[in-house]
Nanobody, 121 residues
Framework: QMQLVESGGGSVPAGGSLTLSCAAS?????????MGWFGQAPGKEREWVAT????????YYADSVKDRFTISQDNAKNTFYLKIDSLKPGDTAVYYC?????????????WGQGTQVTVSS
């Protein structure tokens, strides 16, 4: 069974950086595997942040985060990451990693439990 475990969240001051990790187990990547990050700010719906295709390394970002967020992966460790630079208070959210399969776009089937990022002003 696929399992995803996020880590790396915490409370940090504005202007800093933070790297979130997602460790995946119980699944072997294929060409059509896609991994994504989502954020849910207080009082708001979950929003897509970024996607990576681990085999090819191709990445995609929401327009609102493209300049400061970087998604990456380490296939040998079955882990992928979200690095957030120049943190702003508006980045405060619970961040979830997810895995899925590309069928047209990426369709996410498995989700982690989330990790809290809190950015102080």
């Amino acid at each position: 069974q696929m399992q995803l475990v996020e880590s790396g969240g915490g409370s940090v001051p504005a202007g800093g950086s933070l790297t979130l990790s997602c460790a995946a187990s119980g699944y072997t990547y294929s060409r059509n595997t896609c991994m994504g990050w989502f954020g849910q700010a207080p009082g708001k719906e979950r929003e897509w942040v970024a996607t990576i295709y681990p085999v090819s390394g191709r990445t995609y970002y929401a327009d609102s985060v493209k300049d400061r967020f970087t998604i990456s992966q380490d296939n040998a460790k079955n882990t992928f990451y979200l690095k957030i630079d120049s943190l702003k208070p508006g980045d405060t959210a619970v961040y979830y990693c997810a895995s899925g399969t590309k069928i047209g776009g990426c369709r996410y089937n498995y989700w982690g439990q989330g990790t809290q990022v809190t950015v102080s002003s």
